[in-house]
């Protein structure tokens, strides 16, 4: 069973960096497929973030393009998100998910979210 | 960038009804759409993709149709579990863009 689990803090400070990791089991990412970060402000809906592939190919929602990395680490079998000068806005929660494609898609198996609050 | 337009927002309707939800794209995607149910404090739950397939374990009560710019959720016989916020996603050209979400509620 394909399991992830997002991790990192949960308070950031405006102007910061933001950084979250997303760890898998239950399939190597060297295996293929996609993986993304989506976020979702408190009673808002869903914004992709953007979406990487096992070998390093990226995808970014051009709203926040200037202002995130996505990156993988296939020997940890985890990708990792930073979101760089934060605002309040950015208060979400940011899941990762796989995306089973060859190219950005859909998603079928989801983390099950972690708050970050951006606050001084 | 691609604008995803559900409606309604949100839905009142009683367990048994037939339930459609719609969503528009502001331009052509062909079939690449998805539909996902969120329920308070949980992640989505993928039910169909490519606009009609059903993914594996979903109930077959939920299906969608549609292409180009105007696609359907259907549930044909809404039950208990179902009361939840759905919401559409268009993949096209490498960028993916949610639908705002339809809140399906007890009537």
């Known amino acids: 069973q394909v399991q992830l689990q997002e991790s990192g803090p949960g308070l950031v400070k405006p102007s910061e960096t933001l950084s979250l990791t997303c760890a898998v089991s239950?399939?190597?990412?060297?295996?293929?497929?996609?993986w993304g970060w989506i976020r979702q402000p408190p009673g808002k809906g869903l914004e992709w973030i953007g979406s990487?592939?096992?070998?390093?190919?990226?995808y970014y929602n051009p709203s926040l393009k200037s202002r995130v990395t996505i990156s993988v680490d296939t020997s940890k079998n985890q990708f990792s998100l930073k979101l760089s000068s934060v605002t309040a806005a950015d208060t979400a929660v940011y899941y990762c998910?796989?995306?089973?494609?060859?190219?950005?898609?859909?998603?079928?198996?989801w983390g099950q979210g972690t708050l970050v609050t951006v606050s001084s | 960038d691609i604008q995803m337009t559900q409606s309604p927002s949100t839905l009142s309707a009683s367990v048994g009804d037939r339930v459609t939800i719609t969503c528009r794209a502001s331009q052509s995607i062909s079939s690449w759409l998805a539909w996902y149910q969120q329920k308070p404090g949980k992640a989505p739950k993928l039910l169909i993709y490519k606009a009609s397939s059903l993914e594996s374990g979903v109930p077959s009560r939920f299906s969608g149709s549609g292409s180009g710019t105007e696609f359907t959720l259907t549930i044909s016989s809404l039950q208990p579990d179902d009361f939840a916020t759905y919401y559409c996603q268009q993949y096209n050209s490498y960028s993916l863009t949610f639908g705002g979400g339809t809140k399906v509620e007890i009537k």
């Open positions: 998910a796989r995306d089973p494609a060859m190219s950005p898609y859909y998603f079928d198996y």
């Open positions: 239950g399939y190597s990412i060297s295996s293929g497929y996609y």
């Open positions: 990487i592939y096992h070998s390093g190919s990226t």
